[in-house]
């Protein structure tokens, strides 16, 4: 990527990327950026392909890679014989990451079904007025069959509801005496 003329101080391009400079140091120290020059009074000095880099690490970093597997893929990269070998590289991270991403793909689309079919459930006891206990929802049980969903199920396996008399309506039990 080709090097602009427009430079940037490292808290400007701190604030472009919502870094702070001292982040943007550890990335120079660790070698995943490199800044274009220096400034007259010494500051360091970063151009676009500088704002091209971090975006992409902080790309990689959302999908999982610590740092310092960034730092050594580019290492990698670096010293590989080839331009193939060093995409070879970056090809084995990415199909890695796309396994782990469509396996967190499956885990959520498994708790967004759990969730819509506790609320399903859920929109059937609005109006109702009895203790939240399985005991009391023989009505709404029998509509569902045996097994609640998971999301209401958990609920209700340990309800801090007194359970002396466990299906008496909220509105008949008895008033506090004053």
Not at 45 to 68: C, K, M, N, S
Not at 133 to 161: F, H, K, R, Y
Request: proline share 7%; charged share 25%.
């Amino acid at each position: 990527m080709s090097q602009t003329k427009e430079q940037m101080t490292i808290g400007q391009l701190a604030k472009r990327v919502d870094k702070t400079p001292r982040a943007l140091r550890l990335y120079e120290e660790m070698g995943l950026i490199v800044p274009a020059g220096r400034s007259e009074g010494g500051f360091r000095l970063y151009g676009e392909d500088a704002l091209a880099r971090l975006q992409w690490i902080l790309e990689l970093v959302e999908l999982g890679l610590p740092l310092a597997e960034i730092q050594n893929m580019l290492e990698a990269i670096g010293h590989a014989p080839h331009g193939g070998a060093a995409m070879d590289v970056l090809r084995d991270e990415f199909v890695r990451r796309l396994d782990e991403l469509d396996a967190q793909i499956a885990r959520l689309i498994g708790l967004r079904q759990a969730v819509s079919a506790g609320l399903r459930y859920l929109d059937r006891c609005e109006n109702c007025t009895r203790k939240p206990l399985p005991e009391c929802c023989t009505n709404c049980i029998a509509e569902v069959g045996p097994d609640l969903p998971d999301m209401v199920a958990g609920l209700l396996a340990q309800s801090p509801v007194d359970r002396t008399d466990p299906c008496q309506k909220l509105s008949d039990s008895p008033k506090p005496m004053e």
